[in-house]
T-cell receptor, first 114, second 112 residues
């Protein structure tokens, strides 16, 4: 089945710096890759997603890139702010079970220091 | 106007008890899910229902029994609770193709 690896597990940056989180997936049939942000004690919230027919998608300060050949995708946050501090999860939509399910990475704790 | 809601938010109970968690979505989605998030924050799918039909059952002990009375509701009943069941349980919903899953606020279950 699908396996998603996520790196790094923790990331500390200074306010204004950029942050990059990387994920790899194993199932070449996966075609949808969302990113979720989870603040302490809150629900995971969808912040951006990308489908396999595009290589990059941007929404203000966040962007996601996808390399289908290498089976990896990344989240880029520019001009980080303290409120970006949270745990970020990548996921891949697995297709090999006949029904769609999301397989999540293990999460990256991002800390943005003022 | 909450999109996905769950009750209760917190649940503290003793080993061996039976408890239920309820979930409701008002997004008009066809598919609902239960996820378990353990103390290390790993998010793992447990079950998925599409139009009241169970479509995903991920090697979960049969002490866990989901029920979907209609496509807007998905409940989770847990029998004979064990210490290892302590976790945060999230309900989620999406359209029937699985894109854009929206999560409920979570239920923190503590088994003592």
């Amino acid at each position: 089945g699908e396996n998603v690896e996520q790196h790094p597990s923790t990331l500390s940056v200074q306010e204004g710096d950029s942050a990059v989180i990387k994920c790899t997936y194993s199932d070449s049939a996966s075609n949808y890759f969302p990113w979720y942000k989870q603040e302490l004690g809150k629900r995971p919230q969808l912040i951006i997603d990308i489908r396999s027919n595009v290589g990059e998608k941007k929404d203000q300060r966040i962007a996601v890139t996808l390399n289908k050949t290498a089976k990896h995708f990344s989240l880029h946050i520019t001009e980080t702010q303290p409120e970006d501090s949270a745990v970020y999860f990548c996921a891949a939509r697995a297709m090999n079970t006949g029904f769609q399910k999301l397989v999540f990475g293990t999460g990256t704790r991002l800390l943005v220091s003022p | 106007d909450t999109a996905v809601s769950q009750t209760p938010k917190y649940l503290v109970t003793q080993m061996g008890n039976d408890k239920s968690i309820k979930c409701e979505q008002n997004l008009g989605h066809d598919t609902m899910y239960w996820y378990k998030q353990d103390s290390k924050k790993f998010l793992k799918i447990m079950f998925s229902y599409n139009n009241k039909e169970l479509i995903i059952n991920e090697t979960v002990p049969n002490r866990f029994s989901p029920k979907s009375p209609d496509k807007a509701h998905l409940n989770l009943h847990i029998n004979s609770l064990e210490l290892g069941d302590s976790a945060v349980y999230f309900c989620a919903s999406s359209n029937d193709r699985g894109y854009e899953q929206y999560f409920g606020p979570g239920t923190r279950l503590t088994v003592t």
